[in-house]
């Protein structure tokens, strides 16, 4: 709704910086509706690229921060690891 508020609409490219997130299909799907092109590390690499940073928690992250940083906009909403690089 914020992003809405800002004037993005659903032609806005929006990443999600996240792990796996349980029973995505159900909390997702409002956001997805909202924003059809939203992406995730797993929806833009292939398995076997995301395959070695597996067990590298640190390293995902790192991966989603640097997807963050080359954004035109970014919008946190919880503190955590991957804001103290």
Same mark, same amino acid.
């Not at 029973?23 to 995301?50: H, I, V």
């Not at 790192?62 to 035109?72: F, G, H, I, K």
């Given at each position: 709704?914020? $992003? =809405?508020? #800002?004037?993005?609409?659903?032609? &806005?490219?929006?990443?999600? *910086?996240?792990?796996?997130?349980?029973?995505?299909?159900?909390?997702?799907?409002? $956001? =997805?509706? #909202?924003?059809?092109?939203?992406? &995730?590390?797993?929806?833009? *690499?292939?398995?076997?690229?995301?395959?070695?940073?597996?067990?590298?928690?640190?390293?995902?992250?790192?991966?989603?921060?640097?997807?963050?940083?080359?954004?035109?906009?970014?919008?946190?909403?919880?503190?955590?690891?991957?804001?103290?690089?």
């Amino acid at each position: 709704m914020m $992003l =809405r508020g #800002m004037g993005f609409d659903d032609t &806005t490219f929006l990443y999600v *910086a996240s792990g796996k997130i349980y029973n995505a299909a159900k909390y997702m799907g409002p $956001l =997805r509706q #909202m924003f059809p092109l939203l992406q &995730t590390k797993d929806t833009l *690499a292939l398995s076997e690229e995301l395959a070695e940073f597996e067990g590298y928690s640190s390293q995902l992250a790192a991966l989603d921060y640097t997807v963050c940083v080359q954004s035109e906009v970014f919008v946190t909403i919880q503190g955590g690891a991957s804001l103290t690089f």
